[in-house]
């Protein structure tokens, strides 16, 4: 599981709850925002190590709503659908759960807080411990 695969999650989420409406932006865009529409962004995030080669994960995000003109009873509205993005399902079929939701508005733009706690393994390749030992056997008799 990475990032990306959490980040489509969320907008396939977004695209069912509020469908073709809204575009849903992942990059950057500098020019040529078709409004309204969602913007994804990562914040910063955290990694812990666990036992062995397990690693605890923290995917913060906000998400950004935006509107042509700022409308408190647009923004109310998809503030009270939003939270939706509680559970979201990735392509791979693996549900997570997000925590640590909040909204704010700010300048005109509905900002959505949420973290993401996942799990991950990352497996170590082992060159064959048998290599290079000899044996020679002998039998007493």
Do not use: A, W
Not at 52 to 65: A, S
Request: net charge negative; glycine share 6%.
């Amino acid at each position: 599981m990475e990032t990306n695969d959490i980040i489509d999650g969320v907008s396939i989420k977004l695209n069912e709850l509020f469908g073709e409406k809204y575009t849903i932006y992942t990059n950057n865009v500098k020019q040529g925002l078709q409004f309204p529409c969602f913007f994804i962004k990562t914040l910063p995030s955290n990694k812990k190590k666990l036992i062995g080669n397990r690693y605890e994960n923290e995917l913060n995000l906000v998400i950004h709503m935006m509107l042509e003109e700022e409308n408190l009873e647009e923004f109310n509205n998809i503030s009270d659908r939003i939270y939706e993005l509680e559970y979201i399902i990735l392509l791979n079929g693996d549900m997570l759960k997000g925590y640590n939701m909040k909204i704010e508005i700010s300048d005109g733009v509905l900002l959505y807080f949420i973290t993401y706690k996942y799990f991950t393994y990352n497996e170590t390749i082992r060159e064959n411990d048998m290599e290079g030992i000899s044996s020679n056997g002998e039998v007493k008799v």
